[in-house]
């Protein structure tokens, strides 16, 4: 036992960086954020939060906050993609509250961002430092960052993201697999429907080698957004963030339901991301160094469970860690990792198959779920 005070050092910014942090502070362990951007920014598009992730953002105390601008949806609708035959109607608003106790609400990411930024002192957080390597001792942790800084910290918790360098440092450079499917997707003002009313606030529309998802990411509705799936092969771009043709986004769905040509004919410009995924990683954590979120289960976006999943680890690994774990790093971290493993392995491979939702479906398993109080191992 020591009394000394931790340092624990997060490589990201991100939601799980900055959720993980809150989480932390919540329960007496600072923590130093290392954030390769330059500075924080209103980035990303749409995301839903389901009531998994909602419970997390309640108990950070940023829920109220989120729920006062998002978009809250009265059902989740999936149509066939031209005939737009309900294939499922699945009811939210106060029915999924009743059921769960905290809202479902979709909502622009930058905007979520934005609040758990606010959940965590700045000064807590360290811009312009892109993590070049990870060594450790057995009982430290260097960062070296590209700007030429080095840092030690008692431990790591790496949320830095698909293209993980802590992953690499710890398991070796692991290539994704590209599945062979691209995905646009954009956010843009609803004004410029120019007064199209669609038949839904949110829904999927499923054609046979395709998929559009359609929503409102703010309570006013005076934002909508959209995200595809499509097949396109020769495409290997894993970023949100190079830029797509218009028109073809539009040729590819041209046999959709009115509706999407509308939101389609009416967005001015479009990102486009090729969607790769990777199986459950073998080990999550090596010493006094841990993943989390995408950095160790990147999931293919079907069921709008990454940034949930990453949301969850955040509060299981600060129980772990509150629970004595500033004592034995490995120890809590491994606890984490068999607290988390079983179900988000779970997640991933529901998601790859791309079938949750479309025809009724129970998913409880899902939304039930409490980080706050769910037995640990």
Known sequence: MTNKTPSIAILGAGIGGLAVSACLRKAGIETTIYEQAPAFARIGSGIQMSPNAMRVLYGIGIGDQIRATAFEPPHWRNRDHDTGALTNDHPLGPAAYDRYGVPYLLMHR?????????AVPDETIRYGHKVAGVEQTD????????????????????????????????????????TGRLAYRTAFPASLLNG?????????????????VIYYVTAARDEIYFTTSQPEPDFQVESWSATGDVNELRAAFADFHPDVRAVLGACPS???????????????????VTLMGDACHPM?????QGAANA???????SRCLADGGTDDFPAAFKRFEAARK???????????????????TDPDWVYSYDAWTVELP
Do not use: C
């Open 110 to 118: 930058g905007d979520l961002h934005a609040k758990l930024h606010g």
């Open 139 to 178: 009982s430290s942790v260097t960062l070296r960052f590209e700007n030429g800084e080095t840092v030690t910290a008692d431990a790591l918790i790496a949320s830095d993201g698909v293209h993980s360098i802590a992953r690499e440092s710890l398991l070796g450079v692991e290539d994704a697999r590209f």
């Open 196 to 212: 199209y009313e669609l038949m839904d606030d949110s829904a999927k529309w499923w054609g046979p080698d395709r998929h559009i």
């Open 270 to 288: 479009v990102n486009k991301w090729a969607i790769f995924e990777r199986d459950p990683l073998p080990t999550w954590n090596s010493g006094n």
């Open 300 to 304: 293919t976006p079907y069921m709008a």
């Open 311 to 317: 949301l969850e680890d955040s509060v299981v690994l």
């Open 342 to 360: 079983p179900r988000t392995s779970k997640v991933q491979a529901t998601s790859h198959r791309n079938e949750f939702m479309r025809e009724k």
